[in-house]
């Protein structure tokens, strides 16, 4: 059975910084591109960043370019997202999720194209 496990969130003043943290287990981690989707109140979920399988890849959403950044350690089965200048508008769930080994990373990315996810981690920026 798949499990992944986001981990991480916060609240945070504007300008802070968060390392959220994303355990999969279940199945053979590095086989998998990875993805971080979020879910602002009253939005559709969204990409945020995703990863190769070797993690030799990563693409970024616009609004989080320069300020966020993907990484995995596939020795722990471990997914990260650093973040740092965090912004009021970054305020969401953050989503961790696992594509399919035959999945080509790219941008954009659709939610549809990933098959296991967490249950979410809680980000909230504010003043």
């Known amino acids: 059975q798949v499990q992944v496990v986001e981990s991480g969130g916060g609240l945070v003043q504007p300008g802070g910084s968060l390392r959220l943290s994303c355990l999969v287990s279940?199945?053979?981690?590095?086989?998998?591109?990875m993805g971080w989707f979020r879910q602002a109140p009253g939005k559709e979920r969204e990409g945020v960043s995703c990863i190769s399988a070797s993690g030799h890849s990563v693409y970024d959403g616009v609004s989080v370019k320069g300020r966020f950044a993907i990484s995995r350690d596939n020795t722990q089965n471990m997914l990260y997202l650093h973040m740092n200048d965090l912004k009021p508008d970054d305020t969401a769930i953050y989503y961790c999720?696992?594509?399919?080994?035959?999945?080509?990373?790219?941008?954009?990315?659709?939610?549809?194209?990933?098959?296991?996810w967490g249950q979410g981690t809680q980000v909230n920026v504010t003043s």
């Open positions: 999720a696992v594509a399919s080994p035959g999945y080509g990373v790219g941008w954009p990315v659709d939610p549809e194209d990933f098959d296991h």
């Open positions: 279940g199945l053979r981690f590095d086989d998998h591109p």
